[in-house]
């Protein structure tokens, strides 16, 4: 059913290295395509390595796999994102460089008609469907904790200088909580997943009509480039990293 595929990862003008990482692939066997995006924290490069750790298991696991989860992709999803946060949090515990490390991240696989997402952080999955853009995904923030109690209000959890103090990350505890849904697609749908380098940087506004611009044009990465010319624009001082998967 996937119909394009591009992907984008800029360490950006202000970083001196990019923690984000992002991979994507296609399980001919199982006829599943699956996305994953991470964005990575910690000090000396750890959070590259963290990053990286994260993609490269979730890479590996569902390019290796020969037959349909017991437990459905939504479950399976889960499952594997824990498994590489137990990958992350042991490398940070043996090596001392790389202690504190940790990382976001969200991955969709696609079978069929059906969507699976498991995320931990505020690395985002957001839909174009029928040139409505909804946010598929709730970030795992100080903030959004606050906003979901009622404590503060939208407006000001918009202008917090600490909307992206994390409330959940892989890597910084043994065991941690995933968020899963499930989802319908249809054709002509455009599914993003982003870094906050990027979303934090641009409106709704600002992504629905880059996205319906993508369903409009052959696949490449011009829409992915002019995504994060505009949020390095609007102030972004962060690395910045998407994916489109066009249906």
Not at 107 to 120: E, N, Q, R
Not at 167 to 173: E, I, V
Request: charge should be negative.
């Amino acid at each position: 059913m996937m119909t394009s595929i591009s992907t984008l990862t800029e360490q950006g003008p202000h970083r001196k290295n990019n923690e984000d990482a992002i991979c994507h692939g296609f399980n001919h066997a199982l006829q599943v395509c699956w996305m994953i995006v991470a964005d990575g924290m910690g000090g000396h490069k750890a959070g590259e390595v963290a990053s990286n750790l994260l993609t490269d298991y979730v890479n590996a696991q569902l390019t290796t796999l020969t037959e349909m989860p017991n437990q459905g992709w939504q479950n399976y999803a889960s499952q594997i994102i824990k498994e590489a946060n137990s990958n992350i949090y042991d490398k940070a515990q043996q090596c001392s460089q790389y202690e504190g490390m940790g990382t976001t991240g969200v991955v969709a696989i696609f079978d069929a008609d059906s969507c699976y997402i498991a995320w931990v952080g505020d690395s985002r999955a957001y839909l174009l469907h029928q040139e409505e853009l909804i946010q598929l995904t709730e970030d795992h923030t100080m903030i959004q904790f606050l906003l979901n109690k009622g404590a503060i209000t939208a407006n000001a959890a918009a202008n917090s200088n600490t909307k992206n103090l994390l409330s959940r990350a892989l890597g910084s505890k043994a065991i941690v909580e995933v968020d899963t849904i499930s989802r319908q697609i249809d054709s002509g749908d455009v599914l993003m997943l982003s870094t906050d380098g990027l979303h934090d940087f641009l409106s709704e506004s600002d992504i629905k009509q880059f996205l319906i611009e993508y369903t409009k044009k052959e696949a490449n990465t011009a829409v992915c480039s002019k995504m994060v010319d505009q949020a390095v624009l609007q102030s972004s001082k962060d690395n910045l990293t998407l994916g489109l998967i066009c249906l």
